[in-house]
Each structure stands twice: as structure tokens, then as C-alpha cells.
Nanobody, 124 residues
């Protein structure tokens, strides 16, 4: 089990950028991959991006491809989400999550541990 703490959210104008961070502590050696999800007002939680913990393998939702970049720093046990060209529809609470086996990166129920979330608001 790992504990996850997100940071870096805030208010930004459309077209702007933000970088979210997710600091992991605990049994990070067991982590298979880390993911970012988001939940907008009145919407279901949706997959954003994922990265393998020990290999340079990433996956993205179509809605963020070319705009968002997920990365990790294993020495710091931290995962990042660089968000560029932000749109009002990117407004949501963003969560990071940890999974301990391979499978469907987009499936939130396959992630065992979650952070508390960080709010991202994009104004038009």
C-alpha cells in the first residue's frame, strides 16, 4: 500500500499550463503503474494518463493526447502531469492513483490506492 498526495492545482486561463505532482510514500517498490484521473462537475471519474513505474511506458486518454504529459521521478517517488493548452472542459478534481498489476490503465477500479485530489479550474 502507498499513500499519495497531489499538489499543483489551481486557477488558470484557457490556453495556459499547470503541472500537477503526486508524491508517493510507503511500499512504492510494489507499484506497477501510476495513473491520473479526473472528475468534472456532474461527471463520472475518467482516465487521463498512466505511466509504468519501472519502464518508460505511458498511456493517454484521447482527449488529452498532445496536450498533457505524464512523467515520473523514481528517486523522488513522484509522478507529474504537465498540462498545456488547457481548456475549460479540463476543469475537474484531478486524482492520482496506484495499481499493482498490469491490466486496463483506463479502469479506475483496478487502482488500489488514491490521493485526495487537487482542483484544476480553467477559465474561458
Amino acid at each position: 500500500q502507498v499513500q499519495l498526495v497531489e499538489s499543483g492545482g489551481g486557477l488558470v486561463q484557457a490556453g495556459g499550463s499547470l503541472r500537477l505532482s503526486c508524491a508517493a510514500s510507503g511500499r512504492t517498490v510494489s507499484v506497477y503503474a501510476m495513473g491520473w484521473f479526473r472528475q468534472g462537475p456532474g461527471k463520472e471519474r475518467e482516465f487521463v494518463a498512466a505511466v509504468r513505474w519501472s519502464e518508460p511506458s505511458t498511456s493517454y486518454a484521447d482527449s488529452v493526447k498532445g496536450r498533457f504529459t505524464i512523467s515520473r521521478d523514481n528517486a523522488k517517488n513522484t509522478v507529474y502531469l504537465q498540462m498545456n493548452s488547457l481548456k475549460p472542459e479540463d476543469t475537474a478534481v484531478y486524482y492520482c492513483a496506484a495499481r499493482y498489476y498490469s491490466g486496463r490503465y483506463y479502469a479506475s477500479y483496478e487502482y488500489a490506492d488514491w490521493g485526495q485530489g487537487t482542483q484544476v479550474t480553467v477559465s474561458s
